[in-house]
């Protein structure tokens, strides 16, 4: 059973940085391409960043990029995305997902992703 488990969201003021990982089990981690996702009160679930299963290539929304940064440890099995600078804007849930057979052109897509942790909740104050 695939399994995807959040950890690292909190309370920051605005300017501040979060460090958000995600576990995953039950997967053969390194095959498997991987995103952040977030969904702030009464929006859609929107893309943040993803990153390929080889580990080379990132891809970000143009609102986070330059502030945030996806990495993987595929021998640890997690994903983390750093935060710095953020904004009340960047307030939400965040999600973390996985899917071992994403294709470019669909990697911003919500859709493409079969397996989801429960998120974790990121508040910036301002």
């Known amino acids: 059973q695939v399994q995807l488990v959040e950890s690292g969201g909190g309370l920051v003021q605005a300017g501040g940085s979060l460090r958000l990982s995600c576990v995953a089990s039950?997967?053969?981690?390194?095959?498997?391409?991987v995103a952040w996702f977030r969904q702030g009160p009464g929006n859609e679930r929107e893309f943040v960043a993803a990153?390929?299963?080889?580990?080379?290539?990132?891809y970000y929304t143009d609102s986070v990029r330059g502030r945030f940064t996806i990495s993987r440890d595929n021998a640890k099995a997690t994903v983390t995305l750093q935060m710095n600078s953020l904004k009340p804007e960047d307030t939400a849930v965040y999600y973390c997902?996985?899917?071992?057979?994403?294709?470019?052109?669909?990697?911003?897509?919500?859709?493409?992703?079969?397996?989801w942790g429960q998120g974790t909740q990121v508040t910036v104050s301002s």
């Open positions: 997902a996985a899917d071992q057979g994403v294709i470019l052109s669909s990697i911003r897509q919500a859709g493409a992703y079969d397996y």
């Open positions: 039950g997967l053969t981690f390194r095959r498997y391409s």
């Open positions: 990153m390929r299963s080889n580990g080379g290539h990132t």
